[in-house]
């Protein structure tokens, strides 16, 4: 199946490799929120969604689509583009890709009759996707503090994908690693696994808090508020690796000259084209068009 009509916005560059992998294929690739200044055959650089006068076929929005429930997440242009105008634009044989899809939005495409699909409902892209993330979250400490990450004492807040995949590559640098986790299922696997633990309430009342190197948080909600910053040392390195809004008290944090990196999207920053891979995979297996896209 080919000469495909696909309406690409927004998001980072991951989504910009797409549309180029997907043009070569030969569909035809209108693109909103990025700037393709090369001519590539079948991709058309558009300014509006008004400006599409054709069925489209598929609309693959960023792998974090929206903060807002009303507009695309869009980073390098200053364009706006609504839910409602994309939904306008959509019919029953449109596929839309979203990434970290809420409530609101998957009640709107149902109330439409419209179909869609969340990247992180497939767990090979979720998996792979906390490998980029940890190896991005390395390579920022790395170059961000002045020790090297041997013996190294750091703490990892919480204990999902992205931190399990953690803890598995920093154990190769004989790290001291301490996991605070809620659940006691997840303290004791992070122990079998060569970490000490603690409860995630416990942060601010174990003295190994003020000896910490270096923090990885994967946890969206408030874990370093003003008085556990404090507690830290100085040179500590912070390295947030949670989706808005985050774990740490940022102005705070700014204040008191804590290093603090909040690193958003590490997969489309850090290694591009293998997480471009994993949402053309995607893509083609949803709409069970695999290598003839």
């Not at 906390?130 to 790395?142: D, Q, R, Y």
Request: charged share 25%.
């Amino acid at each position: 199946m080919t000469n495909l009509n696909f309406l690409i916005i927004g998001g980072d560059i991951r989504l910009l490799y797409l549309a180029e992998i997907l043009a070569k294929k030969n569909n035809t690739i209108y693109l909103i929120g990025h700037y393709i200044d090369k001519d590539i055959k079948n991709i058309i650089n558009l300014n509006d969604i008004s400006e599409i006068n054709c069925d489209i076929n598929c609309i693959i929005l960023p792998v974090i689509t929206s903060f807002d429930d009303e507009t695309v997440n869009i980073l390098f242009t200053q364009q706006k583009v609504y839910i409602d105008k994309i939904i306008e634009l959509s019919d029953e044989e449109t596929t839309i890709f979203v990434g970290n899809c809420s409530y609101i939005l998957s009640e709107k495409f149902k109330d439409n009759n419209i179909k869609f699909y969340d990247y992180f409902t497939d767990e090979k892209l979720t998996i792979l996707n906390a490998i980029a993330t940890s190896e991005g979250a390395i390579k920022l400490a790395i170059e961000n503090t002045l020790k090297t990450l041997y013996k190294s004492k750091i703490l990892i807040t919480g204990f999902g994908r992205i931190s399990k995949i953690l803890l598995n590559h920093l154990k190769g640098f004989n790290a001291d690693i301490l996991i605070a986790a809620r659940s006691q299922e997840q303290r004791v696997w992070a122990e079998s696994n060569g970490a000490k633990s603690i409860h995630i309430k416990d942060i601010a009342k174990t003295n190994t808090i003020q000896d910490i190197d270096i923090v990885f948080n994967t946890i969206p909600s408030m874990i370093f508020d003003k008085n556990t910053l404090l507690l830290l040392k100085k040179d500590c390195l912070i390295i947030d690796l949670a989706s808005k809004p985050g774990g740490v008290d940022f102005d705070f944090a700014k204040k008191t000259n804590k290093k603090i990196i909040w690193a958003g999207g590490l997969p489309g920053k850090i290694s591009p084209l293998s997480a471009t891979e994993y949402i053309l995979e995607v893509v083609e297996k949803n709409l069970q068009i695999g290598e003839n896209i």
